[in-house]
């Protein structure tokens, strides 16, 4: 007997507690044994995931609830991965949305809610985190229906049912008076309130490809939705390509999802969730389907890149000398091979052999690729982040984001200040407890190019921003984002503790004696406007004469942390970031300080 089957999936803006509230569903279906190790965020899965605290990939897992097979999609929270969110949903039939008690619907809360108005879909409501401070679970209901109305959703869809839950705590209720300590009533809405899957399974076979994976034993693994008929292991099947072209193969491995394992099938019909071994060029968006009939699904559409940058081959003094992979036919190869699973990228060719246009939703989006690519053993370059100039009924147009910021009061002034001079236009500005605001502001992309450093200086670190992708306006003119000169290597070498403690009232320093330092890499930057030139490899010339002061204990100031999306933000046009395996450096663009 088939068992009923519900196909929900998971969306909310960053941080807001979505695989919180999944691991808790997890572990109150009954699918971990007794006294299972189990992590927390456990359906984050990879490093990089784990390390930066968000979700980065959509993941498929589905527990059991009443004799009700619930089919369930992760999804990422940052607008940056805004791409995975819209290919799957195509998979489900309804939605939870969750949002942060305290901070209310967020700029990724509309992206995603919009897409899944879009589709048609009911959302259910999940006020998360009503135990933390400062929360005000009622104001939020009123506010997401606001939203609900501001994008345009249908009477039936403002008509949400909503609950009130702490996912880290583990329990859901339906009014806040109730007693709960458990996740029956978010299962029980969600039987209610998502609709059984529609499909036909007596029709020819139809399956959406929504994720690709990877196993050494089968090769390419494809996940999606049965839209029509029965799927059987060992069947012969055919793939439609996006091109029209049709590829016969057989279906090697059939699998269904059961918590956060797959599980071998005979047979999957109409509105389950399968991962299916046998089709070594299926790509996103392609349809499987029966070879005597083959019909194709609409390929997935998804907005387009907002941001593009320039990837080429090390050419610096010391290229070659940390990276495996190194050359433009490797890099070319790898990118490629990451357009076949990240549907919001795209890489184009250049003039130049050596270098690639790389376009993305983000700068977060970029770098997750370019962090993957280096722990993969890659080195290579790229240039400061452009945004993507578009033209809208004959009109040049760049495309704009909407900015949330919540800031000490303190900070309020500058962040004003500093988002005017970048174009930015306050929205609305809201006083919040405990001496915090939060401020709206919509502004170009390219204002918020290097923003975020600023950001965190202005707010002395204790500012939180987002953003996300608003919409195409015309171009709004010239924004000067000001920023001082750097400090340059003069010549290749060791820096040492006595030429950079000599230049140390010169600006602030990137690196620390003992660093490999070459001829046009960036060191520092300048107390002024200007760069500046410095030979950081220059020695003590040594005597046999003791001075006074040779006993004192001299130190340097603590040097600035360049990680890899912070020298992404601080470059300027004509600047480049160095990536390898090991190290993250800055360099200058001008031939003079090429290899030779």
């Not at 009911?122 to 005000?136: F, G, L, M, Y």
């Not at 407890?433 to 450093?453: D, T």
Request: aromatic fraction near 6%.
């Amino acid at each position: 007997m088939t068992l009923p089957i519900r196909n929900v999936a998971i969306i909310a803006h960053v941080d807001h507690g979505k695989t919180t509230l999944v691991d808790s569903l997890l572990k109150q279906s009954g699918i971990f044994r007794e006294g299972e190790d189990v992590p927390d965020c456990v359906m984050d899965s990879n490093d990089l995931e784990r390390e930066r605290g968000i979700t980065i990939l959509s993941k498929n897992t589905a527990v059991r609830y009443k004799e009700t097979l619930i089919n369930i999609v992760d999804t990422p929270g940052h607008a940056d991965f805004g791409g995975e969110v819209e290919r799957v949903l195509g998979m489900v039939d309804g939605c939870v949305l969750i949002v942060d008690a305290n901070e209310g619907p967020m700029p990724q809360t509309r992206f995603v809610l919009k897409k899944a108005l879009e589709k048609g879909l009911r959302p259910i409501v999940v006020v998360n985190k009503i135990d933390r401070p400062r929360a005000d679970p009622h104001v939020a209901v009123d506010k997401v229906l606001d939203l609900f109305l501001e994008l345009g959703a249908d009477d039936d869809q403002c008509d949400f049912p909503y609950l009130f839950a702490s996912g880290l705590a583990g329990f859901a209720k339906k009014e806040l008076e109730d007693e709960s300590s458990d996740m029956k009533p978010l299962f029980e809405a969600i039987l209610r309130h998502v609709p059984p899957p529609v499909g036909d399974p007596e029709k020819p076979l139809q399956l959406q490809v929504t994720t690709l994976d990877y196993s050494d034993y089968l090769g390419r693994i494809v996940i999606g939705r049965i839209h029509n008929g029965t799927i059987n292991a060992g069947q012969q099947a055919a793939l439609v390509k996006e091109d029209g072209k049709i590829v016969k193969s057989k279906i090697s491995k059939l699998m269904g999802f059961e918590g956060l394992a797959r599980v071998e099938l005979e047979q999957s019909s109409a509105g389950n969730l399968v991962a299916v071994a046998g089709f070594a060029d299926a790509n996103i968006g392609e349809t499987i389907t029966c070879p005597n009939e083959p019909q194709a699904l609409p390929l997935i559409k998804v907005d387009e890149p907002t941001l593009q940058m320039t990837f080429s081959v090390n050419d610096s003094p010391f290229c070659g000398q940390e990276g495996d992979f190194v050359t433009s036919r490797q890099i070319r190869d790898r990118l490629m091979r990451e357009l076949q699973t990240n549907v919001a990228l795209r890489v184009e060719e250049t003039d130049s052999p050596d270098r690639f246009g790389v376009s993305g939703r983000g700068e977060l989006h970029l770098g997750i690729l370019i962090e993957t690519m280096r722990r993969e053993g890659y080195e290579f370059q790229v240039s400061q982040p452009q945004v993507i100039y578009r033209e809208v009924n004959g009109q040049p147009c760049e495309p704009y984001e909407l900015l949330v910021l919540d800031v000490p009061e303190e900070a309020v002034g500058g962040c004003i200040e500093r988002l005017g001079q970048r174009k930015g236009e306050m929205q609305d500005m809201q006083m919040g407890g405990a001496g915090r605001s939060q401020l709206e502001f919509i502004i170009p992309a390219r204002g918020l190019i290097g923003f975020r450093g600023e950001f965190m200086r202005l707010t002395r670190g204790d500012g939180i921003m987002n953003h996300s992708f608003l919409d195409y306006r015309p171009i709004i003119g010239e924004i000067s984002a000001r920023r001082n000169g750097v400090l340059i290597s003069f010549e290749e070498g060791v820096a040492t503790f006595y030429a950079l403690k000599n230049a140390e009232d010169r600006g602030s320093y990137f690196i620390t004696p003992g660093t490999k330092v070459y001829k046009g890499m960036i060191i520092g930057e300048n107390n002024r406007p200007q760069d500046l030139e410095l030979n950081v490899c220059k020695t003590k010339q040594l005597t046999n004469h003791r001075a006074a002061s040779g006993d004192e204990l001299v130190q340097l100031q603590a040097p600035i942390d360049m990680s890899l999306e912070r020298a992404l933000e601080y470059i300027g046009p004509d600047e480049l970031v160095e990536v390898t395996p090991e190290s993250i450096r800055l360099r200058k663009m001008s031939k003079k300080f090429a290899k030779r």
